[in-house]
């Protein structure tokens, strides 16, 4: 018997549907040139463009919205597509990597890791909707210090660029 999955897991399942070429998505918003400001389901569609890389729990595509976007919505995101669920329900340890991404993308840890939007799931496979980093993953920057001059410009970056 497999375990329920926790409340962050469960409260960022996106409702999806994959098409040839593009992935939709129902989002619960407004869209930015809407003038009321009642939340409603939108569909977006996003369409992969790229791979970006590998990591130990999957594979990550860049992916662009080919829809409008939702106010503050960047049009780039980083999608991680991880093989994890058996039966039918997510394994274990996919259930506990969904859960660590939706515990990092809240505060105090946003700063610190790249934030998660939410996830969906199809055929085995789960995927992670996350902000787009242009730098890469971390795994390029392990192993490397910065000196603390770095850090402070690093830190400067990110406050004026709110």
């Known amino acids: 018997m497999s375990q329920p999955l926790p409340d962050i897991v469960v409260d960022t399942n996106l409702e999806t549907e994959i098409q040839p070429g593009h992935t939709i998505h129902y989002i619960h918003g407004a869209h930015s040139d809407d003038d009321d400001s009642r939340p409603r389901k939108i ?23 080919t829809s409008r976007l939702m106010k503050d919505q960047d049009p780039l995101r980083a999608v991680k597509v991880i093989k994890c669920r058996t039966g039918g329900s997510p394994s274990s340890e ?24 939410e996830w969906y799931e199809t055929n085995n496979i789960a995927f992670v909707a996350m902000n787009f980093v242009e730098h890469g993953g971390l795994k390029g920057f392990m192993g490397r210090c910065f000196s603390e001059i770095e850090a402070i410009a690093q830190k400067r970056r990110d406050l004026t660029s709110k």
């Open 43 to 65: 569909p977006q569609r996003w369409r992969r463009e790229r791979n970006l890389g590998r990591g130990s729990f999957g594979t990550v595509w860049l992916e662009r919205c």
């Open 94 to 117: 996919c259930a506990r990597e969904l859960e660590a991404i939706g515990k990092f993308s809240q505060e105090p840890y946003r700063h610190y890791f790249v934030q998660s939007f």
